[in-house]
């Protein structure tokens, strides 16, 4: 997450947003980890380079167990998958702004880049978004996304969807704090509920969450 630069020149923003909560809510990166078929740890990172995506080109920095990947840096259509053949990522002919990631049956998401449209800024605020198509929770799946998407009845606190409802910390417990990592792809801040959620089929592969 990252809020307005200081060397950003804020030049509009609407005139009924008063709150400065309304800054500071873009993502610039995502990190997915996962164990395979021998328990071992991947780590796949999507950061945004607001920079190329301004221009119009291949706007994404993805690593995979920190190296990256270079099939991206290719124009046109992708299709990569890791050595271990459970993680993939698509990008579609004519969609260089769009990357679909899924591990095995546990995840797919389309991860595509934004930039904020009320918030006028030099430069422009580009960002990243994303959409879920399906993910597999544990029952007590912990945090704001996981929570959306956990099986049974969903938590009435999920109901309060709206800029209001955001103020609420009931989402998260503690303070941002708790949530610092060294890394986007560690689980090592503070306040941790990582469990496993593994395929149906098999043990393995497992999605922390």
């Known amino acids: 997450m990252f809020s307005l630069s ?19 809510t873009w993502m610039k990166g995502f990190g997915i ?53 459970l993680a993939s990522i698509v990008r579609e002919a004519g969609r260089i702004k769009s990357l679909v990631i899924s591990i095995s049956n546990l995840l797919e998401m389309e991860v595509v880049t934004d930039s904020e449209k009320e918030l006028i800024a030099d430069p422009p605020i580009h960002f990243l978004n994303f959409n879920v198509r399906n993910i597999s929770t544990t029952p007590k799946v912990h945090g704001f996304l996981g929570q959306m998407f956990a099986p049974g009845a969903i938590s009435k ?5 709206t800029l209001e409802g955001l103020r609420h910390r009931e989402y998260v ?32 592969p497992c999605l922390l969450l």
């Open 6 to 24: 200081p060397e950003a020149v804020l030049l509009q923003r609407p005139m009924e947003e008063v709150d400065p909560f309304f800054e500071g």
């Open 173 to 204: 417990e503690g303070t941002d704090d708790d949530y610092a990592t060294s890394s986007l792809t560690e689980a090592d801040c503070a306040f941790s509920r990582f469990g496993k959620v593994c395929h149906l089929a098999c043990s393995f």
């Open 157 to 161: 606190r999920l109901d309060m969807g």
């Open 33 to 85: 980890m996962y164990l395979d078929q021998k328990e071992e740890p991947h780590r796949l990172s999507i950061l945004l380079d607001p920079a190329a995506d301004r221009l119009g080109e291949q706007p994404f920095n993805t690593t995979f167990d920190d190296v990256p990947v270079a099939a991206l840096d290719t124009p046109g259509p992708v299709v990569w998958k890791s050595p271990d053949g």
